[in-house]
């Protein structure tokens, strides 16, 4: 049977983190994601500091396209369990990004936000990655007409034996969509009730709104 997985995306500050982490549960359906902005503010150490409070999976959202040894060695180093690459890399990146994670037996994960084929990409490199996500870009959320290509996660599961995502402005009804449409990984970012982005809100609902996500992953 196939099992579903929420991932929980901390995109602003560590701080967020620290209010929020006491009301995740335990439970290997969950992986915690230090977004690429949080990185790119606290440096990869966040990863360290996340993984203090988190015994479970860990994703760096590094979104690597070049210098793929190095980037993949410090996120491991700081404790994450996946790493990101983007798919418009080059094919030359791509290879030592998945053959690095294998090497360091962490998870890799293709990121094809602004790839029209993602198939094709996979076809053409000869690249194999644990995962592959299909990503509406953040900027995009609120444009008319910029949806979640779904159609993509049929196509790449017909051809490869490779976990799928889904993510960018993920609400309760996108999740539900996501999972229907035979994802495997679901990124949610959790947003303050002020943040014109969609995702979890952390407020007073927080862990009635997290129970009424995890009741879709089996």
């Given amino acids: 049977m196939r099992k579903c997985r929420i991932q929980l995306a901390f995109n602003s500050d560590v701080s967020d983190f620290y209010s929020v982490?006491?009301?995740?549960?335990?439970?290997?359906?969950?992986?915690?994601?230090?977004?690429?902005?949080?990185?790119?503010?606290?440096?990869?150490?966040?990863?360290?500091?996340m993984r203090r409070y988190w015994n479970g999976e860990i994703c760096a959202d590094m979104k690597i396209i070049d210098g793929a040894v190095d980037?993949?060695?410090?996120?491991?180093?700081?404790?994450a369990t996946s790493v990101t690459a983007m798919g418009n890399a080059t094919k030359e990146s791509l290879t030592l990004?998945?053959?690095?994670?294998?090497?360091?037996?962490?998870?890799?994960?293709?990121?094809?936000?602004?790839?029209?084929?993602?198939?094709?990409?996979?076809w053409k490199n000869r690249v194999i990655p644990d995962s592959v996500f299909i990503h509406r870009g953040r900027d995009e959320e609120n444009a008319y007409g910029k949806i979640i290509q779904y159609k993509d996660i049929a196509k790449i599961k017909g051809k490869w034996e490779i976990k799928m995502g889904a993510a960018g402005g993920i609400d309760e009804r996108e999740f539900q969509s996501a999972i229907?449409?035979?994802?495997?990984?679901?990124?949610?970012?959790?947003?303050?009730?002020?943040?014109?982005w969609k995702g979890l809100i952390f407020d007073k609902y927080f862990e009635r709104s997290l129970i009424d996500f995890l009741k879709f992953v089996k």
Avoid: W
């Fill in 21 to 49: 982490i006491n009301y995740i549960p335990k439970s290997e359906s969950i992986i915690i994601e230090a977004g690429t902005p949080l990185i790119k503010k606290h440096g990869i150490q966040v990863v360290a500091d």
């Fill in 71 to 79: 980037e993949v060695t410090m996120a491991v180093e700081a404790g």
């Fill in 97 to 122: 990004f998945v053959d690095t994670c294998k090497k360091n037996k962490v998870k890799s994960i293709v990121d094809m936000m602004n790839v029209e084929n993602p198939m094709r990409i996979i």
């Fill in 180 to 196: 229907f449409n035979n994802a495997d990984i679901v990124v949610v970012n959790i947003i303050s009730s002020q943040s014109p």
